[in-house]
């Protein structure tokens, strides 16, 4: 199996080509540097020459503008990277007979505290994020063969002066920097690695449609602190309860819980619970 891995250096793209080393795959990793293939994907001859080129079996896309301000600031752009280059991937992988992949979001959801929405639940798009990784997902459709995954990751992108989620949690907590513990975000976050795991076992088996990869636990973000904090060592004195919405010029989605039950009829074995996700996290923590 031959794999094009776009995104191949943030946060999710240094997991998968872990995962795929494991296994032996032959990958080729596309980022704007540091890179097999060093490309903008807004250069549409660019990324047309790079899957011609490699010609691969699996087409995964693990690019995205995910800042949520950048988005809601520059619509344009958030469409031309979270969605636009997806339709050229489309019609690519219909022409090469690969198998499409997009990694999708869970920003679909909002008002309904810690339920667990299944694929079909109905979409509220609040946000140019949403809105651009929503049409990301409709062009993914028109690929013959295409799996699009909604989830929530976690994980260390190992990048000075752009903390990931967890990497700002621990240098917050480090340095016993205030932190807001948000009581009303749900979320069923899943490390990084175990998602880049069950990537793979999906693609090995063919599988297609829009599936949920997460952790098979809702909690709030307030509760994945605390536990990250109790499983680290780090004191919370810092930390004060509040509200997801309270200093937010923009909507936000804050009930993205995602109901994994389809993903592992699929897999044959059960996703992470929380526990799960932050002794993964606290492991890859301890072996740096």
């Keep these: 199996m031959k794999v094009l891995l776009l995104?191949?250096?943030?946060?999710?793209?240094?997991?998968?080509?872990?995962?795929?080393?494991?296994?032996?795959?032959?990958?080729?990793?596309?980022?704007?540097?540091?890179?097999?293939?060093?490309?903008?994907?807004?250069?549409?001859?660019?990324?047309?020459?790079?899957?011609?080129?490699?010609?691969?079996?699996?087409?995964?896309?693990?690019?995205?503008?995910?800042?949520?301000?950048?988005?809601?600031?520059?619509?344009?752009?958030?469409?031309?990277?979270?969605?636009?280059?997806?339709?050229?991937?489309?019609?690519?992988?219909?022409?090469?007979?690969?198998?499409?992949?997009?990694?999708?979001?869970?920003?679909?959801?909002?008002?309904?505290?810690?339920?667990?929405?299944?694929?079909?639940?109905?979409?509220?798009?609040?946000?140019e994020y949403a809105r651009s990784k929503y049409v990301g997902e409709m062009f993914a459709l028109t690929a013959p063969r295409h799996l699009i995954l909604r989830t929530n990751i976690v994980g260390f992108r190992n990048k000075t002066g752009s903390p990931t989620f967890v990497e700002w949690v621990i240098e917050s907590l480090q340095q016993k920097k205030q932190i807001c513990l948000f009581n009303d975000f749900y979320t069923s976050s899943i490390s990084v690695s175990q998602f880049s795991k069950v990537l793979f076992d999906l693609i090995e088996k063919g599988t297609i449609g829009i599936l949920n990869v997460a952790s098979r636990e809702v909690s709030s973000k307030k509760t994945f602190i605390e536990q990250m904090a109790r499983k680290f060592g780090f004191s919370l004195d810092c930390a004060e309860n509040g509200s997801l919405h309270m200093n937010s010029n923009f909507a936000r989605a804050d009930s993205l819980g995602l109901d994994v039950s389809n993903s592992e009829k699929i897999l044959g074995y059960r996703l992470p619970e929380l526990k799960d996700v932050i002794e993964d996290l606290f492991n890859e923590y301890r072996g740096k």
């Design 7 to 127: 995104g191949a250096t943030g946060m999710l793209g240094q997991s998968i080509l872990k995962e795929s080393r494991l296994r032996n795959i032959e990958i080729y990793g596309v980022a704007r540097a540091d890179s097999d293939l060093n490309l903008d994907i807004l250069d549409d001859k660019d990324l047309v020459k790079a899957v011609l080129d490699v010609y691969p079996d699996v087409i995964i896309n693990a690019a995205a503008l995910v800042n949520l301000a950048e988005c809601e600031n520059d619509p344009g752009l958030a469409y031309r990277i979270n969605a636009r280059p997806v339709s050229i991937l489309a019609k690519l992988a219909a022409t090469t007979n690969a198998y499409l992949v997009q990694v999708s979001t869970d920003h679909y959801y909002q008002k309904n505290g810690a339920e667990k929405h299944t694929e079909d639940h109905p979409i509220t798009l609040v946000n």
